[in-house]
């Protein structure tokens, strides 16, 4: 019997996925745990797995589709198995056109303005509208158009030393050409020795090959950025946003991190500005909860909780990994777990519950020497800190003369559908005061 | 040059140093009267007597103990063991006293046998009589493992292996058996220790040994129709392995392809990867260094099964093919 192939849903609060690639082609063989799509979910891209060995059938979606979770997107088939029927398979208003293949195909919407011939290829091919500019007339997209993208070779440039044979190394070593410029024909892109040879033997062509391709890279809008791209929008057009700033003495917080560096109970503790301050932040969280709260149709609900969404960069964007309960945690643990987090965050092993149910967001871009800037809600979330540098600066001290300290600049930005300014200037107040000086909190 | 079998080829060999040396005996089981299981000392006992030919009873420890026990009194045994799967009975005698004793009595003892180890699948005789373990005696020090695949080969790598002063396992093939090939008439040796190339080639180099060595070539035959020019390598022997030719070649070639019988893991492709990854030849690598070798399961008595157990032409076709074409 056909087996359907469902959108998983891989997140408590997930309702749909993007499809961004599609592993395997209809008609494929699978083996039974094979990746057969990519598929974006809230911030990650994860694989969907085939459920049984068979032969992929009936793709329903192609790249850049959005599907509800738990909708059918394949079926695996056996040989001689045949795709269930309209009947047996009746798909709820909401999805798109199921079923047979070809009636997805004809579906102009699918690709846009291209030609018959060129349609049925880009399905085939699984290449989404928006990919192709069309060079026939009113800018259709031709079969040419097609054939040439399929042409391209598609280079996946892996982060780290290039991949490249021995004997490429080699030859590359002799005439000292640096491999990162040179294309690989080999598998996934691996520069063959045939390659470098090439290089080297017609630079000129080389070079004028750059100058004629000076044409816009043009990167289609998908995955987390398109994620990250809605959500920014519906937050900046539904928040009145309210910005405070205030500037922050970090000496205190200074001599704490290096007196705690030295010694704590006879053991040597490192912890960062980011942990100190996500301990904070939940110190004073609690103390305004409507700075930890999240509108929900006529109601603003208030957190008992502090879920901290710390922002880390990593090459596709900007994640934001989530610590749970962050008020019960010790300073310590913050540090360990953020380390852990963000280190899992650049090697894309995070999972979806690292990303999810965060209440507040701290985006921290000291390490960039970004003295201070603003920042947009992370929808449903009613506020969001924006960390800056340290810098040294003259102030006066109580006898009025000059004396350097180290100062960082915070700058609150709040939902004033929910926050009154008011409420901004105590929070913040108490963030600066729990930096200035830790002992508040005991108190 | 007259034509001989493989099989012919190891007789001359036995009858010629017979013939020359009168220290030089056989011991196995029914190699006498019934001229051996695959019929490799023939009449051998009727020539040179039963004192010269002595049929064993059954028992590969008894055997392997004889030779070594007569080969440090200063004969010059050669030992045959029916189906090599059995010599796993002799693995004391072997490892711990033949490969040892020169070493143990600093030079003023030698051993200096020879076993003869028909070996391989093909022939319908299922997982206990179809086994490739030449890479155990490859892995110890002070044992030679000879493995030839050509009659001219076996005739002067079984007289080498007589002449040399210690133990040598001389691994047979029984699909090879019956494989015709010159053979010169005079006593000859080859050297021990020496690779062959035994194809030119320019676009990859396939290292095989013993009957993937003749499956090899009639691959690179298959090959050369589609404008692939392999070069085929034969080690001959497997410990001392020469690896000169083979560095070289890949030095010309940038691919290259390790074809055996035995199963791949823990088998002699991996030693043969590992000196190639070691030598020169690194610096040279266009792609990277393939294994092709028998399943990494016992042999099925199913005879489709079986054919699949171990690479086939086809097999060294497809694999080198895709190596050539950048697949891989």
Known sequence: ????????????????????????????????????????????????????????????????????????????????????????????????????????????????????????????????????????????????????????????????????????????AEGSINLASITGSGPKGRIQEADVRNMAAAPIAQTAGTTASAEPTRIPLRGMRRIIAENMTKSWQQAPEITFQVDINMDTARTLREVSAKKVNGVMKKFSYTALLTKIVAWALLRHPTMNSRLEGNEVVLLPYVHMGVGVAIPDGLIVPVIKNTEQKGIFQIHDELKDLAERARNNKLVPEDLEGGTFTISNLGMYGIDRFTAIINPPQSAILAVGNIVEKFVPDENKNPVLKPIMSVVAIADHRVIDGAVVAEFLADVKKGLENPGVMIL | ??????????????????????????????????????????????????????????????????????????????????????????????????????????????????????????????????????????????????????????KGLLLAAIADDNPVMFFENK????????????????????????????????????????????????????GIEAEVIDPRTLNPLDMEPITKSIIKTGKALVVHEAAKTGGFGGEVVARIIESEAFAYLDAPVRRLAGLDMPIPYNRNLEYHAAPQVENIVEETRKLVQGVY
């Open chain 1, 1 to 172: 019997m056909a087996k359907e192939i469902i959108m998983p849903k891989f997140g408590f609060t997930q309702e749909e996925s993007e499809i961004l690639e599609w592993l395997k082609k209809d008609g494929d063989k699978v083996e039974k745990g094979d990746p057969i799509a990519t598929v974006s979910t809230d911030k990650l891209s994860m694989e969907v797995e085939a459920p049984e060995s068979g032969i992929l059938s009936g793709v329903r979606y192609k790249v850049g589709d959005v599907v509800p979770v738990t909708k059918i997107i394949a079926y695996i088939l056996q040989p001689g198995e045949a795709l269930p029927t309209d009947a047996e398979t009746a798909a709820p208003a909401l999805t798109p056109k199921p079923a047979e293949v070809p009636a997805v195909s004809t579906e102009p919407a699918a690709t846009g303005n291209a030609t018959p011939v060129a349609q049925r290829m880009m399905q085939d091919a699984g290449i989404g509208a928006g990919v192709l500019q069309g060079s026939g007339p009113d800018g259709k997209i031709t079969k040419a158009d097609v054939e040439a993208y399929i042409a391209q070779p598609k280079v996946e440039k892996p982060v780290g030393k290039a991949a490249a044979t021995p004997a490429a190394r080699r030859v590359a």
């Open chain 2, 1 to 154: 040059m007259r034509e001989l079998t493989y099989r012919e080829a190891l007789y001359e060999a036995l009858d010629q140093s017979m013939k020359e040396d009168e220290r030089v005996f056989l011991i196995g089981e029914d190699i006498g009267v019934y001229g051996g299981a695959f019929g490799v000392s023939a009449d051998l006992q009727k020539k040179y007597g039963r004192d010269r030919v002595i049929d064993s009873p059954i028992s590969e420890a008894g055997i392997a103990g004889a030779c070594v026990g007569s080969a440090i009194t200063g004969m010059r045994p050669v030992g045959e063991i029916m189906f090599s799967d059995f010599v796993v009975l002799c693995m004391e005698q072997l490892v711990l006293q033949a490969a040892k004793i020169r070493f143990m009595f600093g030079g003023k003892a030698k051993v200096p046998m020879v076993l003869r180890l028909p070996g391989g699948s093909g022939t319908g005789a299922a997982a206990q009589h179809s086994g490739s373990y030449e890479n155990w005696f490859v892995h110890v020090p002070g044992l030679k493992v000879v493995m030839p695949s050509t009659p001219y080969d076996a």
């Open chain 2, 175 to 226: 699909l090879l058996y019956k494989t015709k090939g010159p053979v010169p008439e005079e006593m000859y040796t080859l050297p021990i220790g020496k690779s062959n190339v035994v194809r030119e080639g320019k676009d990859v180099t396939i290292v095989a040994t013993s009957v993937e060595v003749i499956r090899s070539l009639e691959a690179a035959d298959k090959l050369a129709e589609e």
